[in-house]
C-alpha cells in the first residue's frame, strides 16, 4: 500500500501538505490533489469543516495547525505537534507567505535555511554585506525535553533584516529544528526594540528531490502590508532557489566528510548529526 516503504521518520510525523485556506473548495466528491513522499494525496473537508486526507482507497490522521494541514501517512507519533506559541501571542500579525517550490531534497532547504554563511552572498544588500562577511561564533544544543535543536547567540551585521527595515542592523538570531523538515527562526524585529519576530518554514515534500516550501510570519509590525510583508520574504526565497537547485548532490549528504564545513557551520553540522542518529534516510545521501 501507499507509504508502506517510506521513511517511518517522515511516514510516522505530522508532515505539512499546505495552507489549510487551500480547502475552502474542496469536499470528498471534489478534493484537492496534491503529493507527498512521492505518492498522491487527496485532501477535503466535511460538512463540519474537519480536514481529511487519503491515498489509494485509505484514509490517514490530519489536523489543522497554525493554518496549515498537517499529515501522517502511518502511525501518528504520540507526541503533538511541535508548539508555536508565538502563532497565538497578542500583538502578532500572522502573515502567510505561502510556498515556493525547488528541486532539491527538503534537508537541503532546511539547512540553507539554517545557514547564516551565505547571507552576504547571495543575499546582499537584504540579509548581508559583501564587505562583512564573519559569522560569530554561537552556540548550538539539543533540547533534551523535545529533541529539539536550538542555536543561540546569533547574530549577523544586515543592510535590511525585513521589510519595514529602512537601516542596517545587527540582527539578533535564534535558530530551532523542531522535524527533519520544520524549522523557526526569531529574529530582531525593527518595529519592536527587544523582541523577536517569528519566521516558520514548513517543507511538503514532493518527493526526494521536488518540494514546496512554505513561509509563515508571526511579526510585530503594523506598518508594513501584507503584500509588503510577502514579497519581501519571496525576494529572499528567490534568491536561495537558484543556489539550492544547483546544488549536487540534491540530496543531503549524512556521511563525515562528504562535505567539508567550516567553522561557522556549527548548526548544520549539528543538524546531519541530529539526522543520522535518527536514522533518516529519505532526501538524504546516507553511505
Known sequence: MAFDNADPNFRDDWLTVGPASRLAQATAQQPRATRLLGEPVLLWRDDQGRVH??????????QERYGYVWVCAGTPPARPLFAFPEYSEPGRRIVDCDGIGVAVSGLRMVENFLDMGHFSFVHPTYLGDPGRTEV????V???PATDEIWATDCRFYQPRTSGSATAGVEAHYRYRVMQPMTAMLYKTSVPRPGALDAIGLFVQPLDEEHIVAYCLLAYFDDATSDTGLIAFQHTIFGQDKPILENQRPRRLPLQ?????????DAMSMAYRRWLKARGVRYGAVAD
Open 53 to 62: 486526507a487519503g491515498a489509494g482507497g485509505r484514509e490517514f490522521a490530519a
Open 136 to 139: 560569530a561564533p554561537y552556540q
Open 141 to 143: 544544543a539539543v533540547d
Open 256 to 264: 563525515p566528510g562528504a562535505e567539508f564545513p567550516v567553522r561557522c
